[in-house]
Nanobody, 123 residues
Framework: QVQLVESGGGLVQAGGSLRLSCAASGRTFSAYAMGWFRRAPGKEREFVAA????????DYADSVKGRFTISRDNAKNTVYLQMNSLKPEDTAVYYC????????????????WGQGTQVTVSS
C-alpha cells in the first residue's frame, strides 16, 4: 500500500506561481513513476505531468509545457509540481498519483491516488 498526500494549493493571481507537493509513504518511493492530474469544475480529470522512476524522463500535457515542472526527491519520498505563469484555466483540483508503468499518461495506469489539493487562479 502507498499513501499519497498533496499540499500547496491555494488562491493565486493570474501570472503568479505555486508549488505543489506530494508526500508518499508505505512503500519504496523510487519504485514508482509519479504523475499529476487535475479536474476542473464540469470537466473530466486530465493528465498534467509525469516523471519516471529515476526522474530523468518527464512528460507534460501541451497546455502546461513551458510553465509547469515536475520533479522528485526519492530520498524524501516526495514529488513536486512547480507551476508558473498561472492562468484562470489552470483552476482545478490537482491530484498526485503513483504508477508501476514506466511512462504512465492515462488514469488507468496509476495504482495509488492522493485526495487532491485545490488550486484557484483569479483573473
Amino acid at each position: 500500500q502507498v499513501q499519497l498526500v498533496e499540499s500547496g494549493g491555494g488562491l493565486v493571481q493570474a501570472g503568479g506561481s505555486l508549488r505543489l507537493s506530494c508526500a508518499a509513504s508505505g512503500r519504496t518511493f523510487s519504485a514508482y513513476a509519479m504523475g499529476w492530474f487535475r479536474r476542473a469544475p464540469g470537466k473530466e480529470r486530465e493528465f498534467v505531468a509525469a516523471s519516471t522512476w529515476s526522474g530523468h524522463n518527464t512528460d507534460y500535457a501541451d497546455s502546461v509545457k513551458g510553465r509547469f515542472t515536475i520533479s522528485r526527491d526519492n530520498a524524501k519520498n516526495t514529488v513536486y509540481l512547480q507551476m508558473n505563469s498561472l492562468k484562470p484555466e489552470d483552476t482545478a483540483v490537482y491530484y498526485c498519483a503513483a504508477s508501476t508503468t514506466a511512462i504512465p499518461t492515462r488514469e488507468s495506469e496509476y495504482r495509488y491516488w492522493g485526495q487532491g489539493t485545490q488550486v484557484t487562479v483569479s483573473s
